[in-house]
């Protein structure tokens, strides 16, 4: 009998009190630790993350930017599988076994996708949904890809397929890098559906065009990257 892998939930955090908690206390018993990396959040966010579940561990980023958080957690996560999740509440932790279940079934990567039967978005405009096939069209286009929704952070990997890159990005163009990276490394790469909501509470930290055009560079840098094997 296969032993069930050990998953981990890196979830990053900036003045999310209002959200965190209620996120957390979702987050189904599949997910052994929950890796909170906060970027000095000025309210009462980590004690809230804290105080959800005893799952819980807090760190704080060394830098700054989701991308940066987001190298910290994965490096000090310990399971097989590596589970990253906002913390706004826009990302149901009731789909996490959807995402564990593709990688046991043999993917190297399960990324959420709203553009797939049965995903969804009650949060985007017309301007970032535009913003966002525009992206991933590009991507496609310049790396041979058939992603449906190259930028949404709702994602899976298995600990040796992250292991395997380099991640520069600092910003929210840290989704299409790794996506991306991890497609042209020869990883199984597999899109799964997801539902994004809207945030429960406060301002989204993302600024649509002036981190779309932030993407769209990280996208063009790509092909003139190293080969990675």
Same mark, same amino acid.
């Given at each position: 009998?296969? !032993?069930?892998?050990?998953?981990?939930?890196?979830? /990053?955090?900036?003045? &999310?009190?209002? *959200?965190?908690? !209620?996120?957390?206390?979702?987050?189904?018993?599949?997910?052994?630790?929950?890796?909170?990396?906060?970027?000095?959040?000025?309210?009462?966010?980590?004690?809230?993350?804290?105080? %959800?579940?005893?799952?819980?561990?807090?760190?704080?980023?060394?830098?700054?930017?989701?991308?940066?958080?987001?190298?910290?957690?994965?490096? @000090? %996560?310990?399971?097989?599988?590596?589970?990253?999740?906002?913390?706004?509440?826009?990302?149901?932790?009731? &789909?996490?076994?959807?995402?564990?279940?593709?990688?046991?079934?043999?993917?190297?990567?399960?990324?959420?996708?709203?553009?797939?039967?049965?995903?969804g978005s009650d949060d985007l405009t017309p301007v970032r949904a535009f913003g966002n096939w525009?992206? /991933? %069209?590009?991507? *496609? %286009?310049?790396?041979?890809?058939?992603?449906?929704?190259? /930028?949404y952070g709702f994602i899976a990997f298995r600990r040796r397929a992250l292991e395997s890159i &380099?991640?520069?990005?600092?910003?929210?163009?840290?989704?299409?890098?790794? !996506?991306?990276?991890?497609?042209? !490394?020869?990883?199984?790469?597999?899109?799964?559906?997801?539902?994004?909501?809207?945030?429960?509470?406060?301002?989204?930290? @993302?600024?649509?065009?002036?981190?779309?055009?932030?993407?769209?560079?990280?996208?063009?840098?790509?092909?003139?990257?190293?080969?990675?094997?």
């Amino acid at each position: 009998m296969v !032993a069930r892998p050990r998953v981990s939930l890196v979830v /990053c955090t900036l003045d &999310e009190e209002g *959200n965190v908690g !209620a996120v957390l206390r979702r987050v189904p018993p599949v997910v052994d630790e929950i890796l909170v990396v906060d970027g000095r959040s000025r309210d009462r966010t980590v004690e809230e993350a804290l105080a %959800a579940d005893p799952r819980v561990r807090a760190v704080t980023q060394d830098g700054r930017g989701k991308g940066d958080a987001l190298r910290k957690g994965f490096r @000090l %996560a310990r399971g097989d599988v590596v589970v990253q999740m906002d913390a706004d509440g826009s990302m149901d932790p009731a &789909e996490i076994p959807r995402f564990v279940a593709a990688i046991e079934a043999g993917a190297d990567v399960a990324k959420g996708s709203r553009n797939l039967p049965g995903g969804g978005s009650d949060d985007l405009t017309p301007v970032r949904a535009f913003g966002n096939w525009w992206m /991933c %069209a590009l991507g *496609n %286009a310049l790396h041979g890809a058939r992603f449906t929704d190259l /930028c949404y952070g709702f994602i899976a990997f298995r600990r040796r397929a992250l292991e395997s890159i &380099e991640i520069s990005s600092n910003g929210f163009d840290v989704e299409a890098e790794v !996506a991306l990276k991890l497609f042209r !490394a020869g990883f199984r790469v597999v899109e799964v559906p997801s539902f994004e909501h809207d945030r429960m509470h406060g301002h989204s930290h @993302l600024h649509a065009v002036r981190d779309g055009w932030t993407i769209v560079r990280t996208i063009l840098a790509l092909p003139l990257a190293r080969p990675l094997r």
